[in-house]
């Protein structure tokens, strides 16, 4: 027990302090502001691709994927001005506009490749096109992933629809349209997460070398956003503040918490990296 104790407060003290010493609360609004700047510029690429593709229902399933892990309260509004968006008609797909807001989509991804690249304590020497190139295959893979959710989605209730007549008990399990949704937009964020912690930043990990700081993201995430929907509805006064701007502002502030809580996820494997690198070191 006093081993698993001194375990935890080594890796805990050594990646709150170099969070908080290497400007973790800094990057974490950098990487918020990117990520809602970056947003409504990677569904217009993406509805656009899509619509060159034929995926008709793709605008209400990256809507589901993207805002269905997101406290209610705050997505909803967001999510109602990204149809209002993306219900626009655009005349093609390789207009400058279009392609501008690919380039502009991957400055998410690129704000999240410094601050994991900190978060790791590692030194970036791959030059800007290639960091540049994968963003934007990033952005296209996320892309084709949606539209690829939004294909099974509209297949999804066929195949069940014949599988029941077959085995009737599977409308017990089959659950509601909501409910598979949310798995999936969950799926798609474990996913998103293995994938950046994996590729994104510079140097090798493995996969056990980021499953730590991963799970504690999900669940840190999971009672942040709880906690801060619940602030919300009962004690914030958002709309009396900020009026119109109420919305963009909470998501900020939720995207800014969500921010932190992700690069202190990658420092925590930094920190335990570091410590099996150490006791390996005692050894020899």
Not at 163 to 177: K, Q, V
Not at 194 to 211: K, N, T
Not at 246 to 271: Q, T, W
Request: charged share 10%; net charge positive.
């Amino acid at each position: 027990m006093r081993k698993v104790l001194t375990f935890t407060w080594r890796i805990a003290a050594d990646a709150l302090g170099h969070f908080n010493s290497d400007d973790g609360w800094a990057l974490a609004s950098h990487v918020a502001l990117s990520g809602i700047m970056a947003l409504f510029p990677f569904l217009i690429f993406a509805t656009a691709l899509a619509s060159f593709l034929g995926a008709s229902a793709f605008t209400d399933t990256a809507v589901h994927v993207v805002f269905d892990t997101w406290p209610e309260v705050i997505a909803t509004p967001i999510a109602q001005e990204v149809r209002n968006v993306l219900n626009v008609q655009r005349s093609g797909l390789l207009t400058i506009s279009v392609i501008a807001a690919a380039y502009f989509a991957s400055n998410g991804v690129e704000a999240l490749r410094v601050a994991l690249n900190r978060a790791y304590r590692v030194i970036d020497t791959r030059s800007i096109i290639y960091c540049r190139l994968q963003s934007l295959g990033y952005v296209i893979i996320a892309t084709i992933g949606i539209m690829a959710i939004s294909f099974l989605l509209v297949l999804a209730p066929l195949a069940m629809s014949i599988a029941t007549r077959w085995l009737p008990e599977l409308t017990l399990i089959s659950g509601t349209i909501r409910f598979w949704r949310y798995c999936i937009a969950s799926a798609v964020l474990i996913v998103a997460l293995l994938v950046v912690h994996l590729w994104l930043p510079a140097g090798r990990r493995g996969l056990f070398d980021i499953l730590p700081g991963i799970l504690l993201t999900l669940l840190a995430w999971t009672i942040g956003a709880t906690i801060f929907a619940s602030y919300l509805e009962t004690f914030a006064s958002y709309v009396t503040t900020y009026a119109g701007l109420a919305s963009i502002m909470a998501a900020i502030v939720f995207l800014y918490i969500i921010a932190a809580i992700f690069i202190i996820g990658a420092e925590i494997n930094a920190a335990i990296i570091r410590y099996r690198e150490g006791k390996r070191a005692e050894h020899f």
